[in-house]
């Protein structure tokens, strides 16, 4: 393998895990809702721009980042609250929820724009540690490397929490059966927040990071993100988020790869172009439980 | 003492009128059991106690305290446990993650323990398979892994519906002797079945329920021995 094709498997794995630990977000919520959050990319470009804001005020980056996860899971709790638990409350079809997230998405792009201007911001990387380590012939930079550690540390702390922590038992029970798990004594409508919470928290930092990777941040940056992490989800099997790890190294991988071969004019038309072939194969994606509906 | 006290509940499904003026009572140390036909309205009376569903009028009260508005997830912690028919365990968790749960409200790690292994020298079965996907379990399995889940809390009222159901004739002599072996033990119990012979065996009292009203109630020897229930209720 030559060393070109070897960057664009390092930079598509740098890419995969970001696309996975927003893709999480999807998984989450879906896992316990049945229900796709068409809001998440504009929340995540409300994370990128929060956090521009913040650090244009002068606070600490770091701190920036901090504050905006704070904020976004809050903005994410919020939508439960306004637009989805009434839903829920009145058993309204799945689709009505859909298109309540849907508006929700609009309404959070809409007051980025008007705080923020449509236009272009420039967003200093803020985690250059101004090193670049070389494997064999291969260097790769402490952008990568952070951002590697970032999603990699984020996603591997989310998986703690749902799977060894006291409230992650609660939260796998009310995705397996609400109706038992209320009988057990879990505040049901607690869990769901919090889950909105963590989905909100994690597309605030990826969206930070992803701002600061590519020195650039707009109000409409979550659009092809948005759609693009939820083909990730889905690929993985909504709902497994280890799924959402392989589809997010399968996507960013073959996307770099068609970006520098083919051209960046194809690079995002490629996950989908993978998303189709794979359902046509295998229609509950690659992990992805074969009976979706809930028991 | 009263422990559980239901009076004139009335409960809808949309127009449909599922439970009409049900009253009943558990005191303290009883087994009692909830008979009558499939549809009869069984499952919704256990719905509408331990908070699942909404009452249109009537009053429960349990310990002397209103639960009637309360829902499930306050209901708990007063100490009523539901193992709920078709068993409503969590199929993709492990047999002690399902255990775990039904304790979810106790933090005191060595309380834990000590209801494993309580509910582990009841249940061997599920003591040599606590690791395993509950999903996987046969059906017998699982109902013993409903009725440990629910017991890991030591309710003061069991509520069990259709504990026997689906089960090989020796499992269900087993969750029977079980159920009794619960109640010495000091638990109440408020016991679903359509298998009326065995509950009316085992209960101190019992309750007869035909499209959605109590038409009968008894000492469990008194229904036993009632011709009709004999003709309705036990095939004769
Ligand atoms: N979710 C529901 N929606 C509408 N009707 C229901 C529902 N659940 C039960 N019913 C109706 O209420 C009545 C009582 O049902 P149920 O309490 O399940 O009876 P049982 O447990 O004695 O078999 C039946 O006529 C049943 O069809
Ligand atoms: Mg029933």
Known sequence: MNSTFLLYIVDGVVLGLIYAL????????FSIL????????????FGALMTLFFINQGINPWL????????????????????????????????????????????????????????????????????????GSLPISSTKLVLLAISGGLMLLMTYIINKTHVGLA???????????????????????????????????????????????????GMVMGNK??????????????????????????????????????????????????????????????????? | MKLLSVQDVNVFYGSIHAIKDVSLDVEKGEIVTLIGAN????????????????????????????????PAEDI????????????????GLTVEDNLRLGAYLKKDKEYIKRQYERVYTMFPRLKERYKQV????????????????????????????????????????????????????????LLVEQNANMALKIADRGYVLTTGSIVMEGSGKELLENPEIRKAYLGE
């Open chain 1, 22 to 29: 927003v893709a999480c977000g999807y998984s989450l919520i």
């Open chain 1, 34 to 45: 049945r229900i796709v959050n068409f809001a998440h990319g504009s929340i995540y470009a």
């Open chain 1, 64 to 135: 920036s980042v901090l504050i905006t996860l704070i904020l976004t899971g809050m903005l994410e709790m919020l939508m439960d609250k306004v637009c989805i638990e009434p839903l829920r409350k009145r058993n309204s079809p799945g689709v009505s929820t859909l298109i309540a997230t849907e508006g929700y998405s609009y309404v959070v792009m809409n007051m980025l724009i008007i705080l923020f201007g449509s236009g272009r911001n420039h967003f200093e990387t803020f985690y250059d540690l101004g090193f670049t380590i070389n494997i």
């Open chain 1, 171 to 221: 939260i796998r029970a009310v995705q397996q059966n609400t109706t038992s798990a209320r009988l057990m004594g879990i505040k049901v409508n607690r869990i769901v927040l919090g889950t909105f919470f963590l989905a909100g928290a994690t597309a605030a930092v990826s969206g930070a990071l992803v701002a600061g990777y590519y020195q650039i941040c707009y109000p409409t940056m």
């Open chain 1, 229 to 295: 992490t939820l083909a990730t989800a889905l690929l993985g099997g909504l709902g497994a988020m280890h799924g959402g790890l392989l589809g997010g190294i399968i996507i960013g991988v073959l996307e770099c790869i068609v970006a520098g071969t083919l051209g960046a004019t194809y690079r995002d038309a490629v996950s989908f172009v993978v998303l189709i072939v794979i359902l046509i194969f295998m229609p509950s994606g690659l992990f992805g439980k074969k009976d979706i509906t809930k028991v």
């Open chain 2, 39 to 70: 549809g009869a309205g069984k499952s919704t009376t256990m719905g509408a106690i331990s908070g699942l569903l909404p009452k249109k009028s009537g009053k429960i009260l349990f310990k002397d305290i209103d639960i009637t508005a309360k």
């Open chain 2, 76 to 91: 708990t912690p007063l100490g009523i446990a539901l193992s709920p028919e078709g068993r409503g365990i969590f199929p």
């Open chain 2, 134 to 189: 509950s999903g996987t379990l046969s059906g017998g399995e699982q109902q013993m892994l409903a009725v440990g889940r629910a017991i890991m809390s030591e309710p003061e009222l069991l509520m069990l519906d259709e504990p026997s159901m689906g089960l090989a004739p020796n499992l269900v002599d087993f969750i029977f002797e079980i159920i009794v072996d619960i109640n010495k033990q000091g638990t109440s119990i």
